[in-house]
Nanobody
Framework: QVQLVESGGGLVQAGGSLRLSCEVS????????MAWFRQAPGKEREFVSG????????SYADSLRGRFTISRDNAKNTLYLQMNSLKPEDTAVYYC?????????????????WGQGTQVTVSS
């Protein structure tokens, strides 16, 4: 059974930082393209960032480039998202997702496995 378990969310003041983690089990992590999405209340789930299995390619939502950094450790089956200079509008539930394709996709239907999400709240 595939499991993706996010952690690292919490409450932080604007300007602060958080590092999210996503531990993957039950699938071949090191051949999976991974991504982070987020969903704010009343909004659709949106793409945050993605990374290829070898970490040679990354992709970011334009509005987040420069503040967020995605990375992975295939030896630990873990995906990370370093979030700096956080803003109140970054408040959302953050989800990690996996797909078998080598292509980083920015749309939710193309990912076949999802975590349960971790809440990030940024206070002003």
């Amino acid at each position: 059974q595939v499991q993706l378990v996010e952690s690292g969310g919490g409450l932080v003041q604007a300007g602060g930082s958080l590092r999210l983690s996503c531990e993957v089990s039950g699938r071949t992590f090191n051949t999976s393209t991974m991504a982070w999405f987020r969903q704010a209340p009343g909004k659709e789930r949106e793409f945050v960032s993605g990374i290829s299995w070898s970490s040679t390619r990354t992709s970011y939502a334009d509005s987040l480039r420069g503040r967020f950094t995605i990375s992975r450790d295939n030896a630990k089956n873990t995906l990370y998202l370093q979030m700096n200079s956080l803003k109140p509008e970054d408040t959302a539930v953050y989800y990690c997702a996996a797909r078998r394709s080598t292509i980083i996709a920015a749309v939710t239907p193309l990912y076949d496995s999802w975590g349960q999400g971790t809440q990030v709240t940024v206070s002003s």
